[in-house]
């Protein structure tokens, strides 16, 4: 059993023939901004019962499309001001911190659920469930974000200062789950995953899957490519791997902790864990290009983004992270050893992602046009 | 030494070139950290560096002008229970007090060269920094 840090150093001295024999699983992680994230609950019944229609929590709206008291808050909903620093994120991290939070919801009511509005306080000790479920996580590789442009730009990769002040990227590189196993062989649906502090599941990939991108000769996709879609009690995470994040004039964002245990299973995955951050790659793109595809700037490794400075258009940038390195690998660390405590079995996919997938855009079509 | 002091001061004050005599007459390194100035006044942040006797002899100039001298110890703090040590501020900082340690993979905060711009405060994700000035 070994971190991925320790187990590409054990490679360095003994070679990937002899890793594969010696090493069962490898344990890997990430802790990053993950957009895509948010929480599912069923909040019991009122009496006389509701139907809630419109539902919020601490202001922030949750869908409520669903059965009479189960709703869906996403980490990026606002409220009507628009305040980033408390988006559906905040609440997410305020329940798992064990406050209440104030539930308000609204209905047309019905024969069956006459109340019309309701106004109380919920936590995690007083809901049914309270689930995360997340559509598209730990991301396999992605950009590296510059401005070329002559005023500050604020994105979802952070603060980029003009005329090329600075570049950030978002990936714990040779740490990160997905880049150790670049073909999702173990890696599939009903992994069994460290997920914010807690245990939880891959259900399905990730939306955006995309793993048709080009790779490095080892494998390695040189592009954001795959991810993973994964489920988890929220009751069981804690703040120190689920945080409310914001991203000045651009939103608000879930931090999410994810670990993913590795199983050796040959000499090709041993190979595949031993990448290390000189031979992961990424592009270099200029955000101030207002486009969904941004011409490449350049390409990058990770040890080259991690010494803190990177030549772009023939200026030295500062570069930084995104994605923190330091609970990254406490997360390796904290998997590893609840593998060992056998407090964390490793699962075999059930199904594994398909590799024939394109992505697909969204243009202004007609109705036919969309049929074709 | 160096000193980080907080100046307010009047309109009046305003108009008196105080800081072309610290640096002429009392012999200070003056670095303006921050600077604000309105119908009512104005606040200042400076860095002087000098001999501990002209910084004395500086302040005390400053406060016979009636310019209202707060020295402060820190201009930005970072929370440590809230920082996640992701490291999007190291790129930002324009003076290198942020900065990442490979071993530990944390972010490591250097008060001493932080300037107190503020750059970082906005940038930061979780919002573990904090402006005190």
Redesign the interface.
Known sequence: MMTAEEFKQYVRSNGTKKAAKDVDIVTTGT???MCSSGVYFNFGHADPPIKMQKVWLDGIQAYGGLAAVDAYLGATELDDTNNM?HGGAHVIEDLVRGKAVRLRATAYGTDCYPRKEIDTYISLKTVNQAVLLNLRNSYQNYACATNGSSKTLYTYM??L?PDF????YCSAGEVSPLLNDPYFRTIGVGTRIFLGGGQGFVIWEGTQFNPGVPRTEGGVPKRPAGSIAVIGDLKQMTSEFI??????KYGS?L?VGIGVPIPILDEELAKNCAVTNDQIVTAVYDYSQASRSRTVIREISYAEL?S?EAAIKGKQ?????????????QIAEVLKNSIVKGEFSIEKPVQTFSMDRALRTLDVRTEKEAMQ | MKSKVVLNFSPEAANTPITNNLITKHHLLVNILRAEIDEIGGKMVLELQGKADDIRKGLDYLKSNGVGVRPIKEGVRRDDDVCTHCGICISICPTKALSFDAKTGKVIFTEEKCVACGVCIDACPPRAMEILI
């Open positions: 802790f990053g901004a620093l952070g603060k200062l002040g600075n570049a950030t945080r409310g994040l914001t991203f000045t964002s931090g991690r803190g940038v500062a570069t930084s992270s995104l994605s923190s390195l330091y609970k990254a690998r």
